[in-house]
């Protein structure tokens, strides 16, 4: 079996005082796709959270790549090859798309592989070269959302952790992001994805983990869950 490249073992975290994560355990292998789905509210992205260190757990321990990295600052994750998309976009509006992009690849000295990965980003998001000396702010909601997807892909992630990233899109934006998802992951990319669109996270990933307030409720394959009669019910709207 593929050894897991991050691991996340019981982590508790807290908001305002109040549990919001209870004892969560999951693990991510290198080369695969994983998801954390559930209904708003249910703790997802405060697990991110607390893997990167901006809302760190008090209880548990969470490995990457072999390391402990509960405790680190956040910009030390990153260094280490984990980044984080979150959910907001937070796109410097004045800078061009290329500038925005460019910021991503902070870790990086090697001019040569900066202008590399520029390329790699270009080549999955072609509008992004369209618009490449635009402005930030004149991006719709999908092309920000594939900026912020390209600024993290800049930096060489060894796991690429994507928040939420079909909110507020339309359908057809979705589909189009969750094929540029899939491509990235049989392109040996490890993804770390939370998602409310539950079926198509699903279908790309190989595993995944559904969590209800806080918790780890049910875990399986992409397909497995898919065929859950908790899940049709729950999520898919399927008796």
Do not use: W
């Amino acid at each position: 079996m593929i050894p897991a490249i991050l691991e996340v073992k019981d982590i508790k975290v807290r908001y305002s005082g109040l549990p919001v994560v209870q004892g969560v355990s999951l693990e991510v292998r290198r080369g695969e796709a994983v998801c954390i789905v559930g209904a708003n509210g249910a703790g997802k992205s405060t697990v991110l959270r607390a893997i990167m260190g901006s809302q760190p757990p008090f209880e548990g321990e969470i490995l990457f790549d072999g390391r402990p990295v509960r405790g680190l600052r956040t910009e030390a994750v990153v260094r280490l090859g984990l980044v984080y998309v979150p959910e907001e976009k937070m796109l410097f509006r004045p800078l061009s798309v290329e500038e925005n992009l460019k910021l991503g690849a902070y870790t990086l000295s090697d001019a040569g592989r900066i202008a590399g990965n520029l390329d790699f980003v270009y080549d999955h998001f072609p509008r992004l070269l369209e618009r490449r000396k635009q402005p930030a702010s004149t991006l719709s909601g999908g092309e920000q959302q594939m900026a912020v997807i390209g600024r993290g892909l800049m930096s060489n992630p060894k796991v690429l952790m994507l928040d939420e990233p079909s909110l507020g899109l339309s359908p057809l934006l979705v589909h189009e992001l969750f094929d540029t998802i899939s491509k990235l992951k049989e392109e040996g990319i490890t993804i770390l994805l939370v998602e409310q669109n539950v079926r198509e996270a699903l279908e790309i990933c190989n595993r995944g983990y559904v969590l209800q307030t806080g918790r780890v409720v049910q875990e399986g394959t992409g397909a497995e869950l898919l065929e859950s009669d908790t899940i049709r019910k729950a999520y898919l709207g399927l008796g």
